[in-house]
């Protein structure tokens, strides 16, 4: 009967202790006895808006210390503009301490998203943007490939004081760029690199450059590269002399298309 006794209550007392640690676990008290009252953020926030971290956090903050989900915490707060990663931990006895690391833009992509100097795709919609951003464009599967032809362009291009503003590949595969003369008056010239080979044809187009560029009232404005033996060119200042013709009495004026092909071969093709 003793022993009897005894275990009955042993059994209470087991009860008693693990009852509280159920609610709690629960969430059924965590709230009223141990409520979280603090947020803490460490990192640098420089894009990062800290009242839409605060936000995000809210409502997992009010279940208190022991009901708090992290995990969902920290996919909240993942989800925000220019958060790279985030890790939400609590501390005793009433803080929510929140680690966010930004991304770091390296190129603007398509409309609205940027691309991080880690090649990873986020949207940027609504955030500040910084200025003087290449801008890039194509399938995200080829977000490498952009990068390395754009890389390589820059080496290239360098040398005779141009930028590389704009890298795009269309989904059949075919290359653009957009250049920047910095050294000529700040004009704009589009490149239309082709499908096959774009680096070896971009560094025969740097090659003649020098020689396309002695004129300094005229810029090219745009360079078809696709053709397997040349390219053809397109030259600002030779549009705005057709514009004038129009307007005067009919003269034997150039055409503002000219064709560049090597070596000479009577019917170039375009690839």
């Known amino acids: 009967m003793n022993a009897m006794l005894r275990l009955a209550a042993w059994l209470i007392a087991v009860a008693l202790v693990a009852l509280p640690v159920v609610a709690v676990l629960r969430g059924w008290i965590g709230a009223d006895r141990w409520p979280l009252t603090h947020l803490r953020a460490t990192g640098r926030f420089e894009r990062v808006d800290p009242s839409l971290v605060q936000r995000a956090l809210l409502p997992y903050a009010k279940h208190g210390y022991f009901a708090v989900d992290l995990k969902a915490a920290q996919a909240a707060v993942a989800q925000l503009p220019w958060v790279d990663r985030a890790q939400v931990r609590k501390r005793w006895p009433d803080v929510l301490e929140v680690s966010i690391t ?132 397109t030259w600002a200042g030779a549009v705005d002399a057709a514009k004038r013709a129009l307007a005067a009495p009919p003269t034997p004026r150039a055409p503002p298309t000219a064709a560049l092909f090597f070596p000479r071969i009577a019917n170039p093709t375009i690839t």
């Open 102 to 233: 930004e991304h770091r833009p390296f190129a603007r992509w398509g409309q609205g998203r940027l691309l991080s100097d880690k090649g990873r795709l986020f949207d940027a919609r609504g955030a500040k943007v910084p200025a003087g951003l290449p801008q890039f464009d194509g399938p995200e599967t080829q977000a490498a490939d952009v990068v390395e032809l754009y890389q390589q362009s820059r080496t290239l291009f360098a040398p005779v004081g141009m930028n590389v503003q704009a890298v795009a590949v269309d989904p059949r595969g075919s290359w653009s760029l957009t250049l920047f003369d910095r050294a000529h008056g700040g004009f704009a010239t589009q490149v239309i690199v082709g499908r096959s080979e774009a680096r070896a044809r971009i560094g025969r187009f740097v090659r003649l450059l020098p020689q396309l560029m002695v004129n300094p009232e005229r810029h090219i404005e745009r360079a078809d590269l696709r053709y397997t033996n040349g390219f053809a060119l």
